[in-house]
């Protein structure tokens, strides 16, 4: 059984900063990545961020990159995903997900297990 459940969802002003965790637990966290995608309404679910089993490897959206830092804590099998610089644009239901490949992928359909979501919305 593998669960993941978000949490820090919420309103934030526009060029503000905020933080979201994933915690895992079951076999999830036995998986080599983990990552974070979104979706806004009338959009399909984008790939944010994702990182290796130790960190040391992340990939980022070209949308994203340089505002947001995924991080891991493996030992409290937490994902953390730190926003700063937010736009009205980064509103949306943000999912952390896990799978058993490579944390490169950046695809949905190549994820294995998902969270049911956190919504940030980011007022101007």
């Known amino acids: 059984q593998v669960q993941l459940v978000e949490s820090g969802g919420g309103l934030v002003q526009a060029w503000g900063s905020h933080r979201l965790s994933c915690q895992a637990s079951?076999?999830?966290?036995?998986?080599?990545?983990m990552g974070w995608f979104r979706q806004a309404p009338g959009k399909e679910r984008e790939f944010v961020a994702a990182?290796?089993?130790?960190?040391?490897?992340?990939y980022y959206a070209d949308s994203v990159k340089g505002r947001f830092t995924i991080s891991r804590d493996n030992a409290e099998k937490l994902v953390y995903l730190q926003m700063k610089g937010l736009k009205p644009d980064d509103t949306a239901v943000y999912y952390c997900?896990?799978?058993?490949?490579?944390?490169?992928?950046?695809?949905?359909?190549?994820?294995?297990?998902w969270g049911k979501g956190a919504l940030v919305t980011v007022s101007s």
């Open positions: 079951g076999r999830a966290y036995s998986y080599n990545a």
């Open positions: 990182a290796s089993w130790s960190g040391s490897s992340t």
């Open positions: 997900a896990a799978r058993a490949g490579s944390a490169s992928a950046r695809a949905a359909r190549d994820w294995d297990y």
